[in-house]
Nanobody, 129 residues
Framework: QAELVESGGDLAQPGGSLTLSCVAS????????MGWARRAPEKGLEWVGS????????YYADSVKGRFIISRDNAENTLYLQMKSLKPEDTALYYC??????????????????????WGQGTQVTVSS
């Protein structure tokens, strides 16, 4: 059974940095596009960014572009999200997500959270002074 487990969420000051990790199990990690999504208090679900199966393509939401970097280690079945220049509006529960199709079948990176069918339990990031 596919499973994703996030870690690394914490309290950070505005302008600070955090790195989130997500360990995958139960499926062939290297075959899938992976991504991050978040849910802020009193807001809807927001796609944050995604990375192609071999790291050749990466995409980011405009709200995080230039501040967040997504990466992966296929040998370790791990996905990362480096977050810099954090803002209070980055406060959210961050989810690791897996595309519903294998990368070879789809051939492109979906930018909607509704194309991802496996979700972790989430890790909380709070940005506050």
């Amino acid at each position: 059974q596919a499973e994703l487990v996030e870690s690394g969420g914490d309290l950070a000051q505005p302008g600070g940095s955090l790195t989130l990790s997500c360990v995958a199990s139960g499926f062939t990690f290297s075959k899938y596009v992976m991504g991050w999504a978040r849910r802020a208090p009193e807001k809807g679900l927001e796609w944050v960014g995604s990375i192609y199966s071999d790291s050749s393509d990466k995409y980011y939401a405009d709200s995080v572009k230039g501040r967040f970097i997504i990466s992966r280690d296929n040998a370790e079945n791990t996905l990362y999200l480096q977050m810099k220049s954090l803002k209070p509006e980055d406060t959210a529960l961050y989810y690791c997500i897996r595309d519903r199709q294998e990368a070879q079948e789809r051939g492109w990176v979906p930018l909607s959270v509704y194309e991802y069918d496996v979700w972790g339990q989430g890790t909380q990031v709070t940005v506050s002074s």
